[in-house]
Every structure is written in C-alpha cells, then in structure tokens.
C-alpha cells in the first residue's frame, strides 16, 4: 500500500464521487478520506460533540458509504488515530545507520515534524483520544511502541546507561506533554514556537536518557542547537 503523508490527508479537498460504477480504489479513497474528516470535525468540536453528519459532509459521502466502512463513529475515530500513529513510528523504526546521535537527531526531528504540522490535530491525538473508553490504553500502546523504537536506536551504545521499558515510555511521555503545552490554544505555531519546542524535546531527551556530557554536546551541536 503506497504511503500516505500526513500533510495530504489534512490538505486534500475531498471532491464529491459521481454516481455510477466505481473505479478502482474508490473503497480505499472513501475511507481515507472519512478517516481525515473525522480528524478534522474532532478537532473543531471535540469527540463527543462530533455528529456523524458533520463527518459525512466534510468526507462529501453519504451516510450509507460510512456505514460501509466502519461501525460507528468510535470505530472510525480509532482507526484513524491507529493509522496516523503507526505512520509516525514507521517513520522512526525505518531510520537507520551507524551513527547512532544522527539516528537520534532524526527521530527526534520526525517526531517534532509531525506534532508541529498541525496543532489542533496535535491536540485531538493527545486529549481527545481519552475521550473514548478504551482510548487510555490505545494511547499507552502507542507510547509502548514508540519508547521501543526510542531505545532501539540507542541499545548498543556502551556509554550510555541502560533504561527500563517505563523510563523510555516515560521520556515519551514528558514529550507529549511539552507538546500539549506548546500547541495549547494554538491555531499555527510560529517559526519561534517551533524552535523552542524543538530545542526542548533535545534537552529533554538529554536529561531523561542520562546522557554524559560529552555525548551530549554532539547531540545538540548536530542539532544544530
């Protein structure tokens, strides 16, 4: 399946389909297009405030097309965070290399790349994803999956300390809450924004991670910080 950017999904206008026999990847465009919809009337309104009707207008499909797709409305929503995040951790598992610092400035960068793309996206995936019952441990799931690819990067650096599974899920953790701070009431952030909030993630990654002084001045100076 060809990879879909997240800055397509949220830029494309979705166009309404002409009636008749559909082309093939019609299913496919419907559903991604209902996956970015409810991405964006979330985003407005809040989970629970978000109306089927609004999703449907928004994806220019009829009610019976989402019905084709997913169950309900809970059903569309997790699918559409669980597809988003795991482009994120492709993203960061699929970096590679001998250098381990370079592999940690460029997950660093694609995980601060992706949270400053859109800061009302940004907000639904960190508070409105607990809106939903299960919604807590899906988002536990995914700090899991990206603490695992975090210390990945780093298992076999002798100079630096080993960390628990809960410390690297920790580090996640406080990212996303800089981040939530960051994108707070926040429409775009500003070049400034963005570079303090980057400058952070590092600072954070160094102190969590332990890692020593001299280690961490190559971090930072190929960060260019």
Same mark, same amino acid.
């Given at each position: /399946?060809?990879?879909?950017?997240?800055? @397509?999904?949220?830029? @494309?206008?979705?166009?309404?389909?002409?009636?008749?026999? *559909?082309?093939?990847?019609?299913?496919?465009?419907?559903? /991604?297009?209902?996956?970015?919809? =409810?991405?964006?009337?979330?985003?407005?309104?809040?989970?629970?405030?978000?109306?089927?009707?609004?999703?449907? &207008?928004?994806?220019?499909?009829?009610? *019976?097309?989402?019905?084709?797709?997913?169950?309900?409305?809970?059903?569309?929503?997790?699918?559409?965070?669980?597809?988003? $995040?795991? /482009? #994120?951790?492709?993203?960061?598992?699929?970096? $590679?290399?001998?250098?381990?610092?370079?592999?940690?400035?460029?997950?660093?960068?694609?995980?601060?790349?992706?949270?400053?793309?859109?800061?009302?996206?940004?907000?639904?995936?960190?508070?409105?994803?607990?809106? =939903?019952?299960?919604?807590?441990?899906?988002?536990?799931?995914?700090?899991?999956?990206?603490?695992? /690819?975090?210390?990945?990067?780093?298992?076999?650096?002798?100079?630096? &300390?080993?960390?628990?599974?809960?410390?690297?899920?920790?580090?996640?953790?406080?990212?996303?809450?800089?981040?939530?701070?960051?994108?707070?009431?926040?429409?775009?952030?500003?070049?400034?924004?963005?570079?303090? #909030?980057?400058?952070?993630?590092?600072?954070?990654? =160094? *102190?969590?991670?332990?890692?020593?002084?001299?280690?961490?001045? &190559? =971090?930072?100076?190929?960060?260019?910080?």
């Amino acid at each position: /399946m060809t990879e879909v950017r997240l800055e @397509a999904l949220l830029a @494309a206008d979705a166009v309404p389909l002409r009636p008749g026999p *559909r082309a093939p990847g019609a299913q496919d465009n419907q559903r /991604m297009r209902l996956l970015v919809a =409810i991405l964006q009337v979330v985003s407005e309104t809040g989970y629970h405030d978000a109306r089927l009707a609004d999703v449907v &207008q928004r994806a220019k499909v009829s009610r *019976r097309t989402f019905y084709e797709h997913f169950t309900d409305k809970e059903e569309c929503f997790l699918t559409a965070y669980g597809i988003l $995040s795991g /482009m #994120l951790s492709d993203r960061i598992g699929r970096l $590679s290399g001998a250098d381990w610092i370079g592999r940690v400035v460029a997950a660093v960068d694609v995980y601060h790349a992706a949270v400053t793309l859109s800061p009302a996206i940004t907000r639904v995936f960190e508070t409105e994803i607990l809106r =939903i019952k299960s919604g807590a441990e899906r988002r536990r799931e995914t700090y899991r999956k990206w603490a695992d /690819m975090l210390a990945g990067h780093v298992d076999e650096v002798d100079e630096l &300390q080993q960390l628990s599974p809960e410390l690297w899920q920790a580090l996640v953790a406080a990212f996303n809450e800089v981040v939530l701070l960051a994108v707070e009431d926040v429409v775009v952030l500003t070049a400034e924004a963005k570079r303090k #909030l980057r400058a952070d993630l590092f600072s954070l990654y =160094i *102190r969590i991670v332990a890692v020593p002084e001299h280690l961490a001045a &190559q =971090i930072t100076a190929r960060a260019g910080l």
